[in-house]
């Protein structure tokens, strides 16, 4: 295994040299950290340099791409990680290290880094960020910092604004964002508080899966408003189209 730095600085002292290896590292960042420090945009290019980079160590012989995504998704220094990456990267010719280099740095309209994404159909489950934007990606302290951002904006309108500010309509999607992001412990509590304090209306129908369903006319009788006031909190709610169930439904047994 190449013992070359993946990080050196540069004779000017400001910059640093970053070997391939060093780039995908960095990229597992870009792809898994703190989602307020990158763009979508950010994460599928950097999705993109490391799956061009696994595809071509698999061609020279890489058995391990989807324990580097593994270890990348934890998104924490690791050693093994550092390993396996100089080890698939060792394996690429120099010439074909370039051209991931030069990919990595043309722009997204060309066709070179439209990379088709093999190793992502080889190994499902690694490649969250990049199909599905809602996916959860821990801070150090393992809650998503968007869970974190949402609660400040919250207690920011309170001080400013009054305690009773923070219910007004337009801050709802403040709510929702939390919910989306809160850790899935939090989630479960804030359900079964939700039970407890009789704010569900009571389930009469069941998904596909066997799961409550329930209607906007359910929930408007419920907490006695109307359809349409329901229809608007939906909105300012911010809730993706895809999180209302729009399948079959049946009788609860």
């Known amino acids: 295994m190449s ?8 004779p000017d002292g400001e910059q640093y040299i970053i070997t391939l290896p060093g ?25 993109r340099l490391v799956e061009r980079t696994l595809q071509e160590a ?17 998104n924490e220094p690791n050693q093994r990680l ?15 290290q370039a051209e991931v280099m030069r990919a990595f740095g043309c722009d997204s309209s060309t066709d070179e880094t439209v990379v088709p994404l093999v190793t992502a159909m080889k190994h499902p489950g690694r490649h ?28 920011r309108i309170a001080a400013n604004e009054g ?8 801050y709802a999607h403040l709510y929702s964002q939390m919910l989306r992001y809160a850790p899935k412990d939090l989630q479960a509590e804030m359900r ?33 408003v109307s359809v349409e006031e329901v229809e608007q909190l939906i909105a300012q709610s911010d809730i993706d189209p895809d999180d209302l169930y729009t399948g ?6």
């Not at 780039?23 to 994460?43: M, N």
């Not at 809602?134 to 207690?155: I, N, T, Y």
Request: aromatic share 8%; with cysteine.
């Open 3 to 10: 013992k070359k730095p993946m990080f050196k600085l540069h």
């Open 23 to 47: 780039v995908v590292l960095l990229c597992g960042s870009t792809i898994y950290g703190d989602p307020t420090e990158t763009t979508p945009q950010g994460r599928t290019n950097a999705m």
């Open 58 to 74: 698999e061609k020279y012989g890489f058995k391990q791409p989807s324990t580097v995504w593994a270890l990348l998704r934890r």
């Open 82 to 96: 550092n390993n396996l990456v100089q080890e698939a990267v060792d394996l690429i010719p120099k010439h074909v």
């Open 128 to 155: 969250e960020p990049e199909t599905n934007p809602r996916f959860l990606r821990p801070g150090p302290d393992g809650v998503d910092p968007r869970f974190w951002s949402a609660g400040r904006e919250l207690k």
């Open 163 to 170: 305690p009773e500010a923070i219910h007004k309509p337009e």
């Open 192 to 224: 079964a508080k939700a039970e407890e304090l009789d704010l569900m209306p009571k389930a009469t129908h069941v998904n596909e899966h066997g799961e409550p369903v329930f209607s906007i006319q359910q929930i408007a009788e419920k907490h006695g």
């Open 248 to 253: 079959p439904v049946f009788p609860k047994q």
